[in-house]
């Protein structure tokens, strides 16, 4: 494990960023089932300890280029390097098999040596599946074992497909399946994980939405993507919950290659009982509508009836962050489980 902690420490080290030769490509294109398709996308990630510290290492695999990344002292170094799949244990990197092989026993890397010559690095894949891929360093024999982190929003944004605007997160706007996502309907269990060093959410305890949980939302439940008017950015919506019974919606500002620039949350039901609800506008604005309870005391989700209104706070993008540009309030009223748990009533319309 330590000279692989060394490999992966000398690219770094090194500056070997080759992405700018092969890219990162837009779309994936590998066909369902092969070793290309089982290997990218998802956040394959391996814990160990130098004898002094515990780290975190990470691969993620493209068309064309594997990016290691490692976790030290709160920072993130990472280097991509072109790689191809080969049945036999390649002596020379060719370039020509770069994003065209779909199938092979073998990952065969060119990066750089510990003394910054290059060089080429063969890994033969053990194990490949849903949970874990498992690899063998050609050259000196040490097998390292990588686990499934979920998939990461480049692989997630690039797949999704893209809701028309305005789009409103109704009580009725249902979980979608979509192609090339290992998604499923949010009452199931059969769901994957989405990378949970980015999305997580909170799990509600009162109506003031006070008292919470945090929580990773670590069962792959996406639900929509938007691109908004300026181009620029990509909303995505995920939640995080037991069912629809007690969901938390959050929704991530995101770039074109995936990185998650902001988050704010959207939506808000426990028990049943929606108090908090997200409008996406065609000027790309975001409506966020939310129950205020008149008392201060908490009130639990076991209540009969409440009195308080509705307030509705607008966000804008501003500087790649989602901002608050204004609000407004309903008058008061009383609030009943009921209301709130009828499916055809939304926030904004209580």
Known sequence: MKKRLVYITALILAGIINSAVYGQVPYFYAQSGTTMEKLQGRI????????RDLHRSDLLYDLYAETSSIYHEGKKLSASNPFYLSNTIDVQFDDSKVGKTQNGKYLIRKGNGALG??????DEILTLNDKELKTKYVTHGTVVTYKNLGYSMQYIINKMNTEKLPFEGTKQAKFIEQSGLPISNPTTSNTYSIDNSVVSAKLYKNVQLTEYENVVVNEGKFFRKVQLSNGNYIVVVTFGGIGVSWRTDMLYLVDKNGNVLS?????????GMTVKQYRIMDSGSVFVSQVRPSSSTALRFDLTSFSGYVETLVYGIVDGKFKNMSGSGTSTKTFTKALLSDPNKNVWQY
């Open 44 to 51: 394959w990630g391996w814990e160990f300890h130098d004898g």
């Open 117 to 122: 010559s290059p060089t080429i690095f063969v």
């Open 263 to 271: 988050s704010l949350e959207g939506g808000v039901t426990f028990s």
